[in-house]
């Protein structure tokens, strides 16, 4: 709380300070040319069209798989039929495949008897025999329970994290920061003490049958321990399966899945770009990450950052706008299970020795936007973050707000080149009901609220292209 009202606090002073000695903060001209964004946005996007042939035509864009390739090739086309100078950055991604449907029963319990389980494979996963996996349930909340518990309670067992999200968090991004980690530690910190597998929690804040997927990570293993499966199984069974414990002491789970890892497969950035007319070497990029989970088509996740990004320059073309700075619009590969794409596009420019100015990141969904986040090296911020403050009495005609956080994962590895990252801010209340599952369709993302976050990054492109930071 703290934090929260030092930082408002230190905007507030910035705001009144730039008002009293910054005439050029911004002008009328401006304001008029914001309303103009909006009004294009609104009436002549794209963003939702585009998304609707990604989800629908396309599907869900897993890297390394056709529909992956499919999207790489239709956001390459989108570009240059917009007159975009287009490239594709190649990268080695990983390729994972689900397989069949994984299943999972609890096997003939006291209270109950033999239940089946709403559950996903987590991504990365290794799968089970032929057979499946048999074994008792030791139910935990944390890694740090499996470590004080052992390997003689762990050994030969299915350990169950049921840490739930917290609730009480209004930024429903830091309660799955507070949970998430069970989900992509927990199967290596459970086979180093002997576990045979994990079933996890889903990762939202809703009660339901939905089974929510995403990235399991190996690297803490231990030297010469093998891995083992992991699932995610949905709140509702989570619950049910808890309280089976509760009541029985114990029982047994079997699950079954055949997903693995295929060889690293070729993929591609898809990178559009239009020079700027007085500071080419000054880059504002936009992006969103191009790949998504199999289960469902990506729609939240991240279709609706994709098509913001193409969008942004789709509106300043129509307004006839002719960026001073190059604007360079970024589809990356691989954000969900491996981030080839971000290591791959940041080692590139640094190699290159490129400047951004300012990177913004969509991947909060497609729900209405309520400003952006900034972050940057310390000194950086305090320079640069003030000229952004100074233009929030623009953005917050339209509900728009500036506070210090987290960027993207994608454009995160671009802080050392001392420019300024924002990630887009939408009202997040909905979002962990869609991400990582099958829900995440494009009729569960509103066009109104898409076409406001096309129109609120919009604005802060001109405002970075026309000011500079």
């Known amino acids: 709380m703290k934090n929260i009202l030092g930082l408002s606090l230190l905007l507030l002073i910035t705001t009144v300070a730039y008002s009293q000695t910054d005439n050029e903060a911004y002008t009328d001209d401006d304001a008029l040319f914001i309303k103009e964004i909006y009004n294009t946005a609104l009436t002549n996007g794209q963003a939702y069209n585009w998304l609707n042939y990604m989800t629908n035509k396309i599907g869900g864009r897993l890297a390394g798989s056709p529909q992956a390739a499919a999207a790489v090739e239709y956001t390459r086309q989108i570009m240059d039929t917009m007159g975009m100078h287009v490239t594709l950055q190649g990268c080695m991604v990983p390729h994972w495949v689900r397989g069949d449907k994984e299943m999972a029963r609890v096997v003939n319990s006291r209270s109950m008897g033999t239940i089946d389980l709403d559950v996903l494979a987590l991504g990365n996963s290794v799968g089970t025999d032929k057979l499946g996996v048999v074994a008792p349930v030791i139910e935990v909340k944390s890694l740090d329970e499996v470590k004080a518990l052992g390997r003689k309670k762990i050994e030969g067992k299915i350990v169950f994290f049921n840490r739930p999200m917290n609730p009480t968090q209004l930024r429903t991004f830091n309660a799955y920061g507070g949970a998430v980690d069970q989900r992509v530690h927990g199967a290596a910190v459970a086979a180093n003490y002997g576990a045979v597998g994990v079933i996890v929690r889903s990762m939202t804040l809703r009660l339901d049958d939905i089974p929510h997927t995403g990235s399991v990570i190996y690297n803490q ?249």
């Open 221 to 469: 293993l231990d030297k010469g321990v093998e891995p083992i499966p992991a699932l995610a199984v949905s709140t509702l069974d989570a619950n049910l399966l808890s309280n089976i414990l509760a009541k029985d002491g114990t029982t047994d789970l079997f699950f079954k899945m055949n997903c693995r890892m295929l060889d690293p497969a070729p993929s591609y950035n898809v990178i559009g770009e239009i020079k700027g007319s007085e500071f080419p070497d000054e880059i504002i990029m936009i992006g969103g990450h191009l790949d998504s989970w199999d289960v469902g088509t990506g729609a939240h996740d991240d279709g609706a950052g994709c098509v913001h990004a193409m969008d942004v320059y789709q509106v300043l073309k129509r307004l006839n706008y002719k960026p001073k700075r190059t604007l360079r619009v970024v589809m990356f590969m691989n954000e969900e299970n491996g981030l080839a794409g971000a290591l791959e596009y940041a080692k590139q420019s640094n190699a290159k020795k490129e400047y951004h100015l300012a990177a913004i990141e969509s991947d909060r969904g497609g729900f209405s936007p309520r400003g952006f986040t900034m972050e940057a090296e310390n000194a950086v911020f305090l320079e640069k973050s003030k000229k952004a403050i100074s233009w929030l009495p623009l953005l917050r005609s339209y509900g728009l707000e500036l506070e210090k956080g987290g960027s993207g994962a994608d454009i995160s590895r671009l802080k050392g080149q001392k420019g300024l990252l924002f990630g887009l801010n939408p009202d997040s209340q909905r979002y962990f009901d869609y991400h990582h599952t099958p829900i995440d369709v494009w009729d569960a993302v509103n066009e109104r609220e898409l076409q406001l976050g096309v129109a609120a990054i919009t604005s802060l492109v001109y405002l970075i292209d026309k000011y500079g930071l």
